[in-house]
């Protein structure tokens, strides 16, 4: 049986776990960064896990194949809780003239290991299977920041291995990366040991039940303008979801005012404080491109943050900025001044805040990081710029999961009818 190998890139949560126990043996999931990548491999190797604790290993800049499979190792050992009693695991195996070699005295804490090769890591990972559980789960965390390309590589031959070796060890990584193979290199054939699964943002559904939960424990209820707009404007990130409800309740718990309702000016109360704290470096990017320089560089910012699309045609973004434009209101720059600021905001200079979305096709662009989006919404709304969070404005992949009763898409051309009319689109709506 194949390794468990989830590799967390980049919400439906029955999604998951039918695949999880009809296909338990390989998967790959794919998320957007800041989608809530660590929690949710632990979350599943937690609710897998029979027996005892999943093992959970970090990753860093200078950590090689040897140091992950010896701090696997190690945190796997049974920890003796009687004081004053040594327990010494030991490890040895031999192939080919190569050895693996893992001992921990638990009561000096000494350690000495020795992985030698890729096959002595698979020996010693499978000796889990006797000394920790029939099937351990182990999350090797923040995958990606593993400098050497060679080191990740070896893991795409650890995964391979594993499966070849029907071994009962499920890995479930996570990292940022384009793809899997981005990830772990050339090895192809460790990808035969992976079911794939993309994980969109997180639902409208989703996002109102974390909404809905958060503040009925505070017995206080939420107006439905409120209530869509944070879930809009989180743009399906869980971390903004809980960023915003907890400084909403945190305002309302302050006020000498008692409230049963959280109503708009308790919302965009909340919304100031929760922009302030929005982790720095994702301030610092929009301050980069926008502290010193003309106001019209918010608006074109505002402008990409508009619609539901995460890449944008620059045709669209021009659309989207007469309409921001319209709504501050200001008078919209000359083309030539537009298309000025546009480059400028991809390049260096002003933080290279946005970049090509499509690779090399032309007019297409997206934001570097994708949590900029949802800051910079937010952004817009505290200056009183309401954004389009559902219509999707390109049809496309990102068109085909259903986003709940507040939305109705709409197709914008004859051949987007028909793609519509084919997915279902019209009868989901109804």
């Known amino acids: 049986m194949p390794p468990l190998s989830c590799f967390l890139v980049e919400k439906d949560k029955s999604m998951i776990w039918n695949t999880l126990y009809t296909q338990p043996d390989v998967m790959r999931l794919f998320m957007v960064t800041g989608g809530g990548k660590s929690s949710l491999a632990q979350t599943v190797a937690g ?3 029979e027996g005892k604790e999943c093992i959970l290993v970090g990753c860093e800049t200078t950590s090689t194949l040897q140091s992950v499979i010896s701090d696997i190792m190690l945190n796997a050992l049974p920890k003796d809780k009687q004081s004053g009693h040594e327990h010494r695991w030991n490890i040895g195996v031999q192939l080919g003239g190569y050895g693996a070699n893992i001992a921990r005295t638990h009561k000096n804490s000494s350690q000495h290991t020795d992985i030698s090769t890729v096959s002595s890591a698979v020996h010693a990972l499978r000796t889990l299977e006797k000394k920790h559980s029939k099937r351990p789960f182990i999350v090797i965390d923040e995958f990606d920041q593993i400098g050497s390309q060679e080191e990740r ?6 995964v391979k291995q ?8 499920k890995l479930i990584f996570t990292g940022i990366g384009e793809s899997l193979m981005s990830l772990i290199g050339g090895h192809k054939s460790s990808e035969r040991q992976l079911h794939q699964i993309k994980l969109e943002n997180l639902s409208w559904n989703g996002r109102f039940a974390i909404i809905d939960n958060a503040f009925s424990e505070f017995n206080v209820t939420v107006d439905e303008t409120v209530r869509f707009k944070l879930a809009g404007l989180s743009d399906g ?4 979801i809980h960023l915003m409800c907890e400084k909403i309740l945190t305002v309302a718990h302050l006020s000498k ?4 309702v959280i109503d708009f000016p308790l919302f965009i109360a909340g919304l100031n404080d929760a922009i302030k704290s929005v982790a720095e470096t994702l301030r610092h990017d929009y301050a980069w491109a926008t502290e010193g320089r003309e106001e019209s560089c918010k608006h074109i910012l505002w402008a990409i943050a508009d619609t539901a699309d995460l890449i944008r045609h620059k045709a669209h973004i021009i659309e989207s900025y007469h309409t921001v434009c319209q709504n501050i209101p200001t008078d919209r720059v000359t083309e030539e001044n537009f298309n000025r600021k546009f480059l400028a905001l991809r390049r260096e200079s002003h933080g290279q805040i946005i970049i090509p979305g499509l690779g090399k096709r032309p007019s ?3 934001f570097r990081e994708n949590m900029l989006r949802g800051y910079i919404r937010m952004l817009a709304e505290a200056h009183g710029v309401p954004l389009d969070f559902q219509r999707y404005r ?3 992949e990102h068109s085909a999961f259903a986003m709940g009763k507040y939305s109705r898409y709409t197709p914008l051309t004859s051949t987007e009818d028909k793609v519509a009319h084919l997915r279902g689109d019209d009868e989901k709506s109804e």
Do not use: C, M, T
């Not at 590589?153 to 650890?158: D, H, I, T």
């Not at 594993?162 to 060890?169: F, H, I, M, Y």
């Not at 005012?257 to 049963?260: D, G, L, N, P, W």
């Open 47 to 49: 609710k897998l896990q």
């Open 153 to 158: 590589a070896q893991f795409g031959a650890l």
């Open 162 to 169: 594993l499966g070849d070796r029907a071994s009962e060890v």
């Open 237 to 240: 990130f869980p971390s903004y």
């Open 257 to 260: 005012k008692k409230h049963k």
């Open 364 to 366: 297409w662009y997206r």
């Open 394 to 396: 390109v049809a496309g």
